[in-house]
C-alpha cells in the first residue's frame, strides 16, 4: 500500500551494527505496528503504538526498541544486530471507529540481512 | 489467550477448481477475524472480515469466508481459481472483549494455483 512506506527496502550489515528502520504514513491513522516474518514463523508482533505517547511490546520485543516520532512515522531500531534477526520487516497501521476494529494496512517490508 | 491455527501450510489446486484455505480459532468472547493475502516481493493486503452480521463475508477478488462459530472456523473460499491467485494467505484474529490488543497471526497458507 503506497500510503505507507518504509526505508530502506533492503539492508545488509553486520553483527553488532545500529540499524533503524522507518516507516511513514500519509493515511491519518493513530494505531502504528511493526512486525517481522519468518518462513514457517508467519508475522510476530516486535512493538506496536496507539498513538505518539503510547507504546507497548509485542510477542517479541527483546534486541529492538522503537520511537514514535508524530502520529505518522514510527521507527524500528536494532540497537546491536545479531544474525538471527535476519528477517523481513513490516510496519502497518489501522484505526479506531467506535468499538469495531479495523483492518491494519501493510507497508511494503524491508529485507534485513545481518551477516 | 487468543489465538489463530492455519493447519496447512501448502494447498495445490487446478485452476477453475474451488479452493479453501483453513483457519480455525481461539478466543474467550467474540471474535473479529481477517483474512490477508501477500503476494511475492509485496506487503500483505486486506481481503475480507468478520465484524458481527452475517455469517457470509464476501471480500475482494472473489473470494469469500464462513464464520462457523460452533467450528470456531473461518476458512476462506473462492468457487473458481485462478493463476493469479496464488499466494501466501495470513488468517488473524482479535478477541472483541481484549481491550486494545493488536491482531493475532496464523503462519499462513501458501497457495498454489497449477494451470
Known amino acids: 500500500d503506497a500510503d505507507v512506506t518504509q526505508t530502506p527496502r533492503n539492508r545488509i550489515t553486520k553483527t553488532g551494527k545500529r540499524i533503524m528502520l522507518e516507516c511513514s504514513q500519509t493515511?491519518?491513522?493513530?494505531?502504528m505496528y511493526w512486525y517481522r516474518q519468518d518462513p514457517g514463523l508467519g508475522l510476530r508482533l516486535i512493538y506496536y503504538s496507539f498513538d505518539v505517547k503510547d507504546i507497548n511490546k509485542g510477542e517479541i520485543s527483546d534486541g529492538y526498541s522503537v520511537s514514535r516520532q508524530a502520529q505518522a512515522k514510527f521507527s524500528l531500531s536494532l540497537e546491536s544486530a545479531i544474525p538471527n534477526q535476519t528477517a523481513l520487516y513490516f510496519c502497518a497501521t489501522s484505526y479506531r471507529a467506535g468499538d469495531s476494529y479495523n483492518e491494519q494496512f501493510f507497508g511494503p517490508g524491508t529485507r534485513l540481512t545481518v551477516l | 489467550a487468543q489465538s489463530v491455527a492455519q493447519p496447512e501450510d501448502q494447498v495445490n489446486v487446478a485452476e477453475g477448481n474451488p479452493l479453501t484455505v483453513k483457519c480455525t480459532y481461539s478466543?474467550?468472547?467474540?471474535?473479529?477475524l481477517f483474512w490477508y493475502v501477500q503476494y511475492p516481493n509485496r506487503g500483505l493486503q486486506f481481503l475480507l472480515k468478520?465484524?458481527?452480521?452475517?455469517?457470509l463475508v464476501k471480500g475482494s477478488y472473489g473470494f469469500e469466508a464462513e464464520f462457523n462459530k460452533s467450528q470456531t472456523s473461518f476458512h476462506l473460499k473462492k468457487p473458481s481459481a485462478l493463476v493469479s491467485d496464488s499466494a501466501l494467505y495470513f488468517c488473524a484474529v482479535r478477541d472483541r472483549n481484549s481491550g486494545n490488543t493488536p491482531l493475532v497471526f496464523g503462519k499462513g497458507t501458501r497457495l498454489s494455483v497449477i494451470a
Open positions: 468478520y465484524i458481527t452480521g452475517d455469517n
Open positions: 493515511k491519518g491513522h493513530d494505531r
Open positions: 478466543v474467550s468472547g467474540n471474535p473479529y
